[in-house]
């Protein structure tokens, strides 16, 4: 399937895609091999992917909660297992031994392995939609919601960042620690904002983005800084310029939600529509 949401390079070297309506596809450098509906997973829209400490890859679907995927076979987390929400947007394993989910509605749920604990605007939070999530290299939790900015746990409290704190926009699609500490927030419409810690930066346009809605942000192993953009390709920062990916320099296409690199140096670009560039 050509529209690609997620990707991963699990610890086995396998490069997993997660597409928009096709399931998944698992490239191991030389086949594809393709899950989906019919292979077990329980819906074919799988906007994340991750792998967890034990090596289990996990799969994010819009309409059939979370399936987890050993060498063997696949475990389903849906509302019959206690899920809330069905429709999960976003991941994370938190080191704990936790599997945090952002969901569509449902705010985010903890999953420690036995039981499921549910975080929404009842509790504190600004906005039960979660489309993305991290964690720091401080222990903090991060995530980017649609509508109601970014929410920063430190495993006590809540403290919110939206347009009162400088943020040009409350809906998040990506955020990323880079290697220097600093948090990036990516925004529909309000380009990114940058978090030293102290203050807020924003790059937009007219700073030099190709684009204002970034939905997706990547730091490659040089240090270069990558955002995928909604229709306005790729943009490279090295930490001083610009450099834009588009159309006319060979992308298949402009709108780009993944980006991951490879452990051979090659950067993967997954798309809305032209299925995968690297």
Known sequence: HNGVWSMLEDSRGNIWLGTAGGGVCMYNGE???????????????VPS??????????????????????????SHFTNKEGLSEQNILSILDDSNGNLW??????????????????????????SNYVHTMTKDSKGNL?????????????????????????LLSNYIYSILEDSKGNIWIGTIRGGVSMYNGESLTNFTKKEGLS???????FEDSKGNIWFGTFGGGVTKYNGESFIHFTEKEGLSHNKVYSIIEDTK??????????GVCI
């Open 265 to 274: 140096g090659n950067i993967w670009f997954g798309t809305s529509g032209k």
């Open 31 to 45: 086949s594809f091999t393709h899950f989906t509906e019919k292979e077990g997973l329980t819906d074919n829209w």
């Open 49 to 74: 992917i991750l792998e967890d400490s034990k090596g289990n890859i996990w799969f994010c679907t819009v309409f059939g909660g979370v399936n987890m995927h050993n060498p063997e076979s696949f």
């Open 101 to 126: 989910l952002g969901t569509h509605g449902g705010g985010v749920m903890m999953y420690n392995g036995d039981s499921i604990w549910s975080f929404t605007r009842e509790q504190g939070f600004s």
């Open 142 to 166: 991060w995530f980017g919601t649609w509508g109601g900015g970014v929410i920063k746990y430190n495993g006590e409290s809540l403290t919110n960042f939206t347009g009162k704190e400088g």
């Open 211 to 217: 684009h204002n809605d970034i939905m997706t942000i």
